[in-house]
């Protein structure tokens, strides 16, 4: 049962307030109490600059305190507020109303994760992968003599991996991935795009036992190179790229 | 083994199966259609060593890389220590039940024993 509030009636007129509006849907969902997830609707003013984010924090403050979402820098930095935005992975303080181009935004908790209570979901199998992968660099002389200096790079050896520096946690490539879906144990591509991340840096000796990693029964073999991982990440990271340069390392075509 | 070894072995059977099956099509064509299927056409076939030994070596790659689908889908289907070493190893076995069964028709027609 979908319940129709309006911010906009509640809120006295000011100058900048919106001529427009939208319908914002928002997910509820608390898996204690609920055998599945409602829609409650909310008619929300915008401007073209307001984020989906900031509709929902709007929602919080003016109507239902209750809605669950996690958010913290809403600057695209922290990847705390992923969430599925008219079905697509997407950050919500990175995602503007006015460019979605829809009159009705839907706003659910991302695919792939287990659901805390309506947007905020677990990350716990996320971090888990990451951690699995090694994400630091490993070398035998890590502890730098007095006399050393830090471990220099040429600007080309930087270029090899400098975009996969760029993954913020967010999730949103787990969430669009279709293999996450059925494989519960798969690796994913977060994980296997911060191997390469650390495989093509110039400064790590832990190719091999990264490799050994992911070449499991659930690893690096069980991406379809669908793509979508890279189609959401908003930060341009390039999952499937990784992953198949982490195949040539597998196969013999990369040294 | 490790994956990337069985993946190895699976781009290579998919690859090599489709050489030989091209060069098995082509060798259907030599004759007209219904006459290759004609039953002692077929039969006759398996008197042609070389041939025999493509056919075989059909069979096994075709298990091979069949068997290892197979069991790609089904890890991914479900997942569980149980249930993924009994897929593992149920499809190594169906694989050489299959490849056992096979080379039994083919040597047995080889050998004109059908």
């Known amino acids: 049962m979908a319940q129709v509030s309006s911010i906009a009636d509640e809120q006295a007129p000011n100058p900048l307030s919106a001529s427009k509006s939208v319908l914002l849907r928002i997910s509820r969902f608390n898996p204690e109490f609920d055998e599945s997830n409602k829609f409650m609707e909310f008619s929300v003013p915008y401007q073209k600059w307001t984020t989906v984010l900031e509709a929902i924090l709007d929602v919080k403050k003016h109507f239902d305190h209750s809605v669950a979402v996690r958010y913290s820098c809403r600057q695209a930095t922290c990847g705390s507020c992923g969430m599925l935005i008219n079905g697509k992975p997407r950050l919500a303080c990175f995602t503007k109303i006015s460019e979605l181009d829809s009159d009705v935004v839907t706003v659910e908790p991302m695919n792939n994760f287990p659901v805390i209570r309506d947007l905020a979901v677990k990350f716990e199998r996320l971090f888990d ?9 490993i070398r035998d002389d890590t502890e730098l003599e007095s006399d050393q200096r830090e471990f220099l790079q040429s600007p080309q050896e930087l270029e090899n991996f400098i975009q996969f520096a760029n993954c913020i946690k967010c999730g949103l490539c787990n969430s669009a991935c279709p293999t996450m879906t059925t494989d519960s144990s798969f690796v ?13 840096d110039s400064r790590d000796k832990g190719k091999d036992t990264r490799l050994d990693i992911i070449d499991e029964s659930h690893g690096i073999w069980r991406c379809h190179f669908a ?12 999952p499937a790229m990784g992953i198949q340069f982490l195949r040539g390392y597998l196969l013999g075509f990369r040294s | 083994m490790k994956e990337s070894t069985i993946m190895k072995i699976h781009y290579g059977t998919a690859l090599a199966s489709v050489g030989l099956v091209a060069v098995h099509i082509l060798m259907r064509l030599t004759t007209g259609f219904a006459d290759s299927l004609s039953y002692e056409n077929v039969l006759a076939n ?12 059909i069979l096994i790659l075709l298990a091979v890389h069949g068997f290892n689908g ?5 890890l991914e289907l479900k997942q569980g220590r149980v249930y993924e070493k009994a897929v593992s190893y149920g499809c190594v076995v169906a694989m050489i039940v299959l490849i056992g069964y096979g080379s039994r028709t083919i040597i047995m027609t080889n050998m004109g024993m059908v």
Do not use: F, N
């Not at chain 1, 793509?227 to 390039?238: H, I, L, T, Y």
């Not at chain 2, 197979?70 to 089904?74: A, D, F, K, N, P």
């Open chain 2, 70 to 74: 197979l069991r790609v889908i089904l």
């Open chain 1, 129 to 137: 992968t990451h951690q699995k992968i090694k994400p630091y660099l």
């Open chain 1, 227 to 238: 793509g979508s991982c890279s189609q959401v990440c908003p930060k341009g990271v390039d």
């Open chain 1, 188 to 200: 994913g591509p977060q994980a296997l795009a911060q191997a390469y991340r650390y495989v093509a």
């Open chain 2, 46 to 57: 398996y008197q042609s060593i070389p041939y025999v030994v493509m056919l075989e070596l």
